[in-house]
């Protein structure tokens, strides 16, 4: 079966660089989500989108913006990257209907910033 | 959303049933029980969720006390590929679930 698939894998980016992840959902799968881990941590939900308005928002930083297109892919955008923002990143999808479907998770980007 | 309280670790013998205990004694009467595993810098795995009702799907199962102030994830017979990170999330909606520590299982041969 199709799951949501995050690009790029791995990413290295210099303090102040800014970086792009994309998130493609599972087909039909209407809402995103994003999530931080860092290292030893649990995962931190950032933001949301249903339908491509944003529903929910976490602890994303001020230099983090994300959106949601017509075709349901996400890209989250960092910007004046810290050596902080290293971390795993997370993004999930799953269908709205329902508010509790369950939440179906890509393998991630690991962004080290240096 | 309602607090979780699971052991830290716990460890189990290949073969065997893994019953990992939850508790989330300050859930509301619209909020689900989650479950949801992760494999060392995997992305966390959906494993099953449940009201009030016991659920069982192809992966486990889920008891529910009828207070539902816990739950009991149970592998019926866990393999070595079932060693994670293991949590217990409570939520009344699924758009921004709370992670707790959750239980590292460590499934022995």
């Known amino acids: 079966a199709a799951g949501v698939i995050q690009s790029p894998r791995h990413l290295i980016k210099e303090k102040r660089e800014t970086a792009t992840l994309k998130c493609y959902p599972i087909p039909r799968h209407d809402t995103v989500y994003w999530y931080q881990q860092g290292p030893g941590q649990d995962p931190q939900f950032l933001i949301s989108?249903?339908?491509?308005?944003?529903?929910d928002k976490g602890s994303i930083p001020d230099r983090f913006s994300a959106q949601q297109f017509s075709d349901y892919h996400s890209e989250l955008n960092m910007s004046s990257l810290e050596l902080g923002d290293s971390a795993l990143y997370f993004c999930?999808?799953?269908?709205?209907?329902?508010?509790?479907?369950?939440?179906?998770f890509g393998n991630g980007t690991r962004l080290t910033v240096t | 959303d309602a607090k979780t309280t699971q052991p830290t670790s716990m460890d189990c013998a290949e073969g065997r049933a893994a019953n990992l205990p939850c508790n989330h004694s300050t859930i509301s009467g619209n909020e689900y029980v989650y479950w949801y595993r992760q494999i060392h810098s995997q992305g966390p795995q959906y494993i099953i969720h449940g009201l009030k009702n016991n659920e069982t799907n192809e992966m486990a199962s889920l008891i529910i006390t009828e207070d539902r102030k816990s739950s009991t994830l149970i592998l019926p017979h866990a393999t070595l590929r079932d060693t994670a990170v293991y949590y217990c999330i409570v939520s009344g909606n699924n758009r921004k679930l709370i992670w707790g520590l959750g239980t590292s299982l460590a499934v022995n041969p």
């Open positions: 989108f249903y339908e491509k308005m944003q529903s």
């Open positions: 999930a999808s799953s269908v709205r209907q329902g508010a509790n479907s369950p939440l179906h």
